[in-house]
């Protein structure tokens, strides 16, 4: 086996096959290790420290963005759009509620995806690779372009370099500088999927331990969060702020053993549970999740992805969410937390700065046998700005509501 290769296959879950190219995934990992951090350490300690806030109820998270970025996505013009989305959702929950906003876009490095079936069937009975994100395949629907090739790994470093560098923006404001200083406080963040590249991009940090130098905060998926496997090592090697997917089958013992895992030191910010339940099963599931972790669930922040649970399929065979859906998991995550007195840190979205008809208000709209007519992602429905706004909004009403009484004091 290649020598650069840094996992055991075994522990590794959703890893691409480059078994064809193990020769050119050692110089891609070469060349990686060898180029400059996309973000600092600084950067990535001032999150943590923003998200410390969070967990003691005094700011709140929105974190929003594709669910799959192509590379053109990192365009300036696609760029600044969904910044400016961003910062927009923030503006509107801030107006309305009086609390700081973190910002933190799922974008300029979310270029890979795990997938529940290595396989696609087309609508002409044709089988290939699923898509697993620009970083290692292309969404074109032909064998070539399924193929794993190690060289996209370089292409989503220099996009994520290039979103980065237009969120920073030029000092000029000849050259768009005024837009693009508004933008700057945007932290990014991903999945922390492909091993190799995270480890290939990890940098010493100023405390003497080491960083990963691809976003400022990444997550680790429902599907790869097991204790003994390479993504909680690797998580637990970094000092970014980390956040984990928590499904309707978490157990309490999966959630404290990642806790004493990932937060050793009860470091506040440096972990963040994102819960994603679904509608139907988060009103029993995360009540009962949080009862039997009593006074340990206060050692992590807490939001919801009220997207990944709720993913429903029309009558025309598109997946979709149902926006009714959507806003009940927000309602529901909110309730859960306030009465085990406990802060509802935020929201965790996938969103599109356009127009688009992804997600459906009703659910009486999954039976038209008629295609969405905006249907334009690579991977799973987003919600389109007006959509994310009402999911905001409510986020807002249910913030500044009377607090009920808690079940559970974690003072």
Not at 220 to 227: A, D, N, V
Request: aromatic residues 6%; glycine residues 8%.
């Amino acid at each position: 086996m290649s020598t650069t290769r840094l996992l055991i296959p075994t522990r590794a879950a959703q890893q691409p096959d480059w078994a064809p190219h193990l020769g050119e995934l050692d110089t891609v990992l070469g060349e990686l290790t060898e180029r400059p951090p996309l973000v600092t350490a600084g950067t990535a300690t001032a999150l943590r420290d923003e998200l410390a806030f969070v967990a003691r109820g005094t700011a709140f998270v929105i974190q929003a963005g594709e669910c799959a970025e192509l590379f053109a996505d990192s365009a300036p013009d696609r760029v600044r759009a969904k910044a400016a989305m961003l910062h927009g959702l923030a503006d509107v929950f801030e107006s309305l509620t009086k609390l700081p906003v973190v910002r933190i876009g799922r974008f300029a490095g979310q270029f890979a995806k795990p997938r529940s079936n290595p396989w696609e069937t087309l609508p002409d009975g044709t089988v290939l690779p699923v898509y697993r994100g620009d970083a290692v395949n292309s969404v074109e629907a032909t064998e070539a372009a399924r193929r794993p090739d190690p060289r996209r790994l370089l292409r989503a470093y220099d996009s994520a370099a290039g979103a980065l560098a237009e969120l920073a923006g030029p000092a000029d404001p000849q050259d768009g500088g005024d837009v693009r200083a508004a933008l700057a406080p945007t932290y990014v963040s991903h999945e922390a999927l492909l091993l190799e590249y995270e480890h290939a991009l990890t940098r010493p940090d100023e405390a003497g331990g080491r960083y990963a130098s691809s976003a400022h905060f990444l997550w680790i998926g429902e599907r790869t969060r097991q204790l003994d496997h390479a993504h909680v090592e690797l998580a637990a090697s970094i000092s970014n702020p980390i956040g984990v997917k928590l499904g309707p089958d978490a157990t309490p013992e999966d959630v404290a053993a990642l806790l004493d895992r990932l937060n050793p030191e009860d470091r506040p910010g440096r972990l963040t549970f994102v819960v994603r339940m679904g509608a139907a099963k988060l009103p029993k599931r995360l009540p009962a999740l949080l009862s039997a972790l009593g006074p340990r669930a206060a050692r992590a922040t807490w939001i919801t992805d009220p997207m990944h649970g709720n993913t429903r399929q029309t009558a025309a065979g598109q997946k979709t969410r149902v926006l009714d859906d959507v806003l009940a998991e927000v309602a529901g995550f909110f309730a859960a937390m306030s009465a085990h007195g406990l802060p509802p840190g935020g929201l965790h979205l996938e969103t599109a700065p356009d127009d688009v008809t992804e997600c459906v208000r009703y659910e009486g709209q999954l039976h038209s046998p008629l295609p969405l007519p905006r249907y334009e992602t690579a991977c799973d429905p987003r919600l389109n700005p007006e959509q994310a706004e009402q999911v905001v909004r409510l986020a807002a009403e249910l913030t500044t509501r009377p607090a009920t009484p808690s079940h559970t004091s974690h003072e």
